[in-house]
């Protein structure tokens, strides 16, 4: 169940479970009570028949296990798996795999409704082996009548709150999806800028995309703590020549001109044509016919 909600608790400002568990003394007047001494080294442990249905023993009497609650000693020592019970079990719990792939009759002493193996759909895997119960916990969770009754409990629990469960689970998804949607969008954002890129800046001159880029120079950071315009700013080119650099090719063009001399922007092939005259005049007229002759796309 996609349940993403979680819990935690303490026993004070200082202390664990642990730490205050430690501090438990037995009273006084209880200090030669052996009953009671013995039951206390066996907390949270509790014996308890397997199987009144005959089908996990050999016998008369259904054997014991030992059951440990979520609190015992520091000195409880689990039993070894019984090899008579982990058999048992596997034949049972794999008998409804085997007869649906195989068609294979069920022995006698297996039921006809095989018991669920708990954990199958998280781990992805419909048998167990009892061979593997040290080693898989899937297998030690089902061939062992001790963790099958504690699953058995949470199971039931879950069933009886099903509906419950399942409204909080669909309320947390709807949040899930919404931060899915929104990564979804963030990814998309950057496919696109990726492409406009590689195909419109990349291909440009350095100080060209020095130039486009003037407007965005305070929020491309180029370390954790300075962006591109204070790295421009704390440079130690002269302020002219970061300004040539941004300024439009026919600008820089002027610029380089000796003093005195006027530039020809509309690149008119009649020499002189701006040299006597009303030069400012002329020029003036000739650049605004020059920008009308240009294409939209090289007009900025």
Request: proline share 7%; aromatic share 6%.
């Amino acid at each position: 169940m996609p349940v993403y909600f979680h819990w935690e608790f303490s026993t004070g400002p200082v202390g664990d479970i642990e730490m205050l568990a430690r501090r438990l003394r037995t009273p006084k007047k209880y200090a030669g009570d052996a009953t009671l001494i013995a039951s206390l080294k066996r907390i949270g442990e509790q014996d308890v028949a397997v199987d009144a249905d005959h089908l996990l023993f050999n016998g008369e009497q259904p054997d014991q296990t030992i059951f440990e609650g979520a609190m015992v000693s520091l000195n409880f020592q689990p039993t070894p798996p019984n090899g008579t019970f982990a058999s048992r079990l596997q034949d049972m719990l794999n008998s409804g795999e085997a007869s649906s792939t195989t068609g294979a009759e069920l022995p006698n002493d297996v039921p006809t409704l095989s018991p669920p193996i708990y954990g199958e759909h998280p781990a992805k895997r419909h048998t167990v082996d009892a061979t593997k119960v040290s080693q898989h916990w899937l297998d030690g969770l089902n061939c062992q009548p001790r963790y099958r009754l504690a699953s058995g409990w949470g199971a039931e629990v879950v069933r009886q709150n099903q509906d419950e469960f399942m409204q909080a689970a669909w309320e947390q998804v709807g949040d899930v999806l919404a931060a899915e949607r929104a990564f979804s969008l963030a990814r998309l954002s950057r496919d696109v800028l990726k492409r406009i890129e590689a195909r419109h800046l990349a291909k440009l001159p350095p100080e060209r995309l020095l130039a486009i880029l003037s407007l965005a120079r305070v929020r491309i950071r180029v370390s954790p703590t300075q962006s591109l315009y204070g790295q421009i700013e704390s440079a130690t080119l002269p302020l002219r020549t970061v300004r040539r650099i941004n300024a439009a090719p026919d600008q820089r063009a002027a610029a380089d001109l000796p003093h005195g001399a006027v530039a020809n922007p509309c690149r008119c092939t009649r020499p002189g044509r701006h040299a006597d005259g009303d030069a400012g005049a002329d020029l003036r007229r000739c650049v605004e016919s020059s920008r009308r002759r240009r294409p939209q796309s090289l007009r900025a």
